[in-house]
Each structure stands twice: as structure tokens, then as C-alpha cells.
């Protein structure tokens, strides 16, 4: 009596995990392989010849044996293949149709997206974006920044000197002055990376954080462009409305100055806790750059005109996802980064 199709599967499927148990390497192990699997020639080639002259009302239960013996003999050759001989064989305590172990996904870290973002948003407005070294001079980090030597941020508390002579960046502005000196305006770009001051740590300070800084230059850039440059891009950060709020301020390498709030994004500027009540966040310092900038980078302040502005990454992104404090971007507990 001639063999059922169902009975046929069942002798390929013990001779090719009887010829996978007996191969001595990976040698015998593809020769099996061929020998079952093969696309040209192959026992199981062979099967799916015989099922297409069955019956009609035979072959979906036919199909359905041959894609479970294909699905078994792949995930066979593949065991075998790591190494695990000797496991394949019925009865050696190995499921061959259990599934896969889950491949645990990482998460973006929160800081990342948020800086992805201020690209995003910062990059339609013409800006490009450029890096810069984090060991920096005296003379990027702070004489080209107007900021004289008898300013407090010389002092060794407030900055990391270097035996070498260097320091560690206080804040992304000495990018900038590289790129003046690189060559001649228009100017249009944001600088983003980590700066470093000898702050005590807490729940909004940290010893290294990160900052975005930007700088436009051209012939008749006001107060103005500024305004409307940061109005476009706190609406792409957090949503159309969002509304701004220019305070005078003082910064070296800006005149004039301003601390610039954004409307409180959880109250709709209403008042609430987060925003002390008053409706608004502080959030960005910007200004036009000082004259004394351009002279230091060889442009001539007569005809050009700019503006620079920064922003904390890490008060940014604390604001946007509510987080309370800062440590919590470097703890690297993955209960608190599995959240984005």
C-alpha cells in the first residue's frame, strides 16, 4: 500500500533531523541542508511537486503540513547552526514551534529627541545646525565673547581649567565665534552640545548639561528678526498660540539683552503652579551681538548686524515631559527612560 501524503511529511521530517543529530560540523550540517531545503533539488522541493497533482479538496490540508515541516526544518537548520546539536532530536526537551525570545526595543533618550526637535523646528527656519570642540580656549570662550578678564566667570570656581591651558566649555557661544571666523556673513546657524560648570548638583543643577545656542548675521538684522525668529520656533516647540515675553536683561556678547519667557503651556497662560501663577516660564536668553563681537571675529559692525539667543536643552525637555529634576537625564534608570 502506497504511503498518504501526511505520512511522506512525517519521514522527511525524522530523516532531516535524524541528518542534522549526526552531523559532525558545519560541513554536514549545509550538506543537510541541500539535501532537505535545497531550492533546485530537495526532498522537500520534491513534496510540494506531489501536492500540486493531489486533489482539490486535499490540498489545503496538504499545504498546510508542508508549511509547518518548512517552518520546523528553518528553525531547526538555524539552531543547529548556533551550535546546539544533539537538542533537535525528538524527545531532547526542545520545542522547535515555542517562540522566539522578545528582542527588548531601546528607547530615544529624552534629551535626544529634544534636541532632534529644536533642529527640526530651527532647521525650517534656515538655520543649519554645526558643533564644536568642548575643550575650548580663553580666547573663544570668553575675549571674543566680550567678556574681559576680570569678569567673575574667570574665576576657577566658575570654570574648568585644564592643566594644559584649556578649559571645558562654560556654554556653546565659542562655536559661534568659530564660525564668524570661518568666513564672511550671512550667517544662520544653531549650536547645540554639552557645556560644563563647577555648579553643586541639585534638582536643576548639574556640574555638565547641555545647551542650543543660535546666531543669525547679515545687513539689517533687528530686534525684530529676533523676535520673529523665536515667536515661529516656540510655536513649533510646543504649539501653535504659544506666545512670548521679552525682558531686558545683561549679557556680555549681547546688547541689547533680554530674557525671553514663553507662555505657561499647562495653564494657557491662566496661571497655575508650574508657572508661579504669573502665566509665563522663563525659558531663553537672547540679544543682539554686541559690536565688540564682530570686531573680535574680523566683521565690520558698521554694516552687519545679529542676533544670538540660548536655551537650557535639559529646561527645555523638563518642561515639555513635566520632569522635576534633572539628575534623572543621568541616572540611567531605565524605569524613568523607558517612559519616552
Known amino acids: 500500500m502506497s504511503q498518504s501524503f501526511a505520512e511522506q511529511v512525517e519521514d522527511v521530517r525524522a530523516a532531516a533531523l535524524e541528518a542534522l543529530d549526526a552531523a559532525a560540523g558545519p560541513e554536514d550540517v549545509e550538506k543537510a541542508r541541500v539535501e532537505f531545503m535545497g531550492r533546485s533539488r530537495g526532498r522537500l522541493k520534491d513534496l510540494m511537486g506531489l501536492l500540486r497533482k493531489l486533489p482539490a479538496e486535499e490540498k489545503k490540508t496538504a499545504g498546510r503540513l508542508v508549511n509547518q ?32 525570545a522578545r528582542l527588548e526595543v531601546g528607547h530615544v533618550h529624552p534629551l535626544t529627541q529634544t534636541f532632534e526637535e529644536l533642529q527640526e523646528v530651527f532647521g525650517s527656519l534656515g538655520f543649519s545646525c554645526v558643533e564644536g570642540p568642548e575643550i575650548e580656549t580663553e580666547h573663544h570662550n570668553f575675549d571674543a565673547l566680550n567678556i574681559p578678564s576680570d569678569h567673575p566667570a574667570r574665576d576657577s570656581f566658575d570654570t574648568f581649567f585644564l592643566d594644559s591651558g584649556g578649559l571645558l566649555r562654560s556654554h556653546t557661544s565659542p562655536t559661534q565665534i568659530r564660525v564668524m571666523e570661518s568666513g564672511p556673513p550671512p550667517v544662520r546657524v544653531i549650536v547645540p552640545g554639552r557645556v560644563y560648570r563647577p555648579d553643586a548638583v541639585d534638582a536643576t543643577h548639574h556640574y555638565c548639561f547641555h545647551q542650543c545656542e543660535g546666531l543669525m548675521v547679515d545687513e539689517d538684522i533687528s530686534f525684530a528678526d529676533l523676535k520673529a525668529v523665536l515667536n515661529m520656533a516656540m510655536e513649533g516647540v510646543f504649539g501653535p498660540g504659544t506666545r512670548t515675553r521679552f525682558r531686558p536683561s ?37 540679544g543682539m551681538v554686541d559690536p565688540a563681537v564682530f570686531e573680535a571675529v574680523g566683521y565690520d559692525p558698521e554694516r552687519y548686524t545679529g542676533f544670538a539667543f540660548g536655551i537650557g536643552v535639559e529646561r527645555l525637555a523638563m518642561l515639555k515631559y513635566q520632569i522635576p529634576d534633572i539628575r534623572m537625564f543621568t541616572d540611567n534608570d531605565l524605569r524613568f527612560l523607558e517612559q519616552f
Not at 546546539?84 to 525528538?90: F, M, Q, T, V
Not at 533680554?258 to 491662566?270: K, L, P, T
Open 69 to 100: 515541516l518548512k517552518k520546523q526544518l528553518t528553525e531547526a537548520f538555524e539552531v543547529q547552526k548556533k551550535g546546539r546539536s544533539g537538542a533537535l532530536a525528538a524527545g531532547a526537551g526542545v520545542d522547535l514551534t515555542q517562540p522566539a
Open 250 to 286: 545683561f549679557f556680555p556678547f549681547t546688547e541689547p539683552s533680554a530674557e525671553v519667557d514663553v507662555s505657561c503651556i499647562f495653564c494657557g497662560a491662566e496661571g497655575c503652579r508650574i508657572c508661579k501663577r504669573t502665566g509665563w516660564i522663563e525659558l531663553l536668553g537672547a
